[in-house]
């Protein structure tokens, strides 16, 4: 991997597109293509989304995809850039209680009840264990990490690896988040063309169906983590611009939120906070609280690289 170093433009770029793609994709999760045109011709903007019980999401709000890396983002800025799921495995419970639970995939929600119960945040390698595009996005702050300084490819391997097992064992659960954060490092730090991203990362994973999907053959409107994954990857990287990425991945359907966020984060990695467009950013319901993590999460990255940094302006 080339030793170039992400600045903080790409940070905040990478966290805006995970949390707006989310939100694009949000009303429409589950849905088929067709269904997407039927109803809304195509998605190029947020729209509301109204649970069965008449609970009612607002336009703009994103999902556990981006809640859950967001955690992630707050429990390494707390802890000088480390990621540790004893403090983090606690965070995603207490997201598990709230609303967050609607979107909780029901294998997700069922290990953090069990970690709660026994206070173990990490789950044992299991090759039968479900593996599902959602899981895959907590590589997205993995990689933001990993963009700053010298590249260490174990440490990103043990850091995709963690923050998957706390409620995953499956290898293609880790291979998943793996591919993203690696996919995310690589877009961040800007010295690799996009067209070159899939085998490079496929490179990097190895073997199995999320380094096969990255090279072969996928079906566009696969729900597996390895074709999501995959297809995200490529609509980020074949895009011209930010939102033409975003808008091709959402309206993708199936698991539109995840697919949203992996390409968003890879997008915004990749053209940086100043190619999203204003109107994205502004319509999306969590851009303060993630455009004050971002410059926090990029000054804990860059402490743990050891390249220490002062975001505190200067004195005139």
Request: aromatic share 6%; with cysteine; hydrophobic share 45%.
């Amino acid at each position: 991997m080339a030793a170039g170093t992400a600045n903080q433009g790409r940070f905040l770029g990478t966290l805006l597109g995970m949390g707006i793609g989310d939100a694009l994709g949000m009303p429409v999760v589950g849905w088929r293509p067709e269904q997407i045109r039927e109803r809304f011709r195509t998605i190029d903007d947020y729209h509301r989304y109204v649970f069965a019980d008449g609970t009612e999401i607002k336009a703009g709000e994103f999902t556990d995809e981006s809640e859950i890396a967001l955690c992630i983002v707050e429990t390494a800025t707390a802890n000088a850039g480390v990621i540790d799921p004893d403090l983090l495995g606690p965070r995603m419970i207490f997201l598990s209680r709230g609303e967050s639970s609607r979107w909780m995939h029901p294998d997700t929600l069922q290990a953090l009840q069990l970690a709660d119960e026994t206070h173990d945040f990490s789950r044992p390698l299991d090759d039968d264990a479900p593996a599902t595009p959602d899981v895959a996005a907590r590589g997205i702050p993995v990689g933001l990490l990993h963009a700053v300084g010298a590249f260490d490819a174990r440490a990103l391997r043990d850091d995709a690896e963690r923050v998957v097992r706390i409620t995953h064992g499956s290898p293609v659960a880790i291979a998943a988040a793996t591919a993203v954060a690696y996919g995310v490092a690589l877009a961040a730090r800007g010295e690799l063309p996009p067209a070159q991203w899939p085998e490079e990362i496929a490179r990097f994973v190895g073997g199995g169906s999320v380094a096969r999907a990255l090279v072969g053959e996928t079906s566009p409107e696969s729900d597996s983590a390895a074709d999501v994954v995959a297809i995200s990857v490529r609509d980020a990287g074949h895009a011209d611009t930010f939102e033409e990425a975003v808008f091709t991945a959402v309206n993708r359907g199936g698991p539109a939120d995840a697919r949203g966020a992996i390409t968003g984060a890879l997008a915004g990695a990749r053209f940086g906070a100043e190619g999203i467009p204003q109107r994205l950013i502004d319509g999306m319901e969590g851009r303060i609280y993630v455009s004050l993590a971002g410059p926090w999460f990029y000054k804990s990255a860059m402490r743990r690289a050891g390249m220490v940094i002062d975001l505190r302006p200067e004195q005139g």
